[in-house]
Nanobody
């Protein structure tokens, strides 16, 4: 199973930007997709953005135009560029990778948007 490690979270003021990174390692199978999910206190985890190995992307309506997901050519690192951050973006952000043999989650990184 692939191991995922997120980084880049932190505290930012409304309107600010952050870039999250997710490094994948240890997978014996090709990763078909990588995604970012988030979970705020008292809420269910939700998909934020997804990218496939061929570069097809999908975004939650709430982040379209503000967030951009990308990955390196080897599909071992995914990024989430977050711009124009809002307080409602505050959550723990989790990286997810899926292959033909299953999926794995990272430990999460906290993003707090507050003045």
């Amino acid at each position: 199973q692939v191991r995922l490690v997120e980084s880049g979270g932190g505290l930012v003021q409304p309107g600010g930007s952050l870039r999250l990174s997710c490094e994948a390692s240890g997978s014996r199978f090709s990763i078909n997709s990588m995604g970012w999910h988030r979970q705020a206190p008292g809420k269910e985890r939700e998909l934020v953005a997804l990218i496939t190995s061929i570069g097809v992307t999908n975004y939650a309506d709430s982040v379209k135009g503000r967030f951009t997901i990308s990955r390196d050519g080897a599909m071992n690192t995914a990024y989430l560029q977050m711009n124009s951050l809002k307080p409602e973006d505050t959550a723990v952000y989790y990286c997810r990778a899926a292959s033909e043999r299953g999926a794995a989650w990272g430990q999460g990184t906290q993003v707090t948007v507050s003045s």
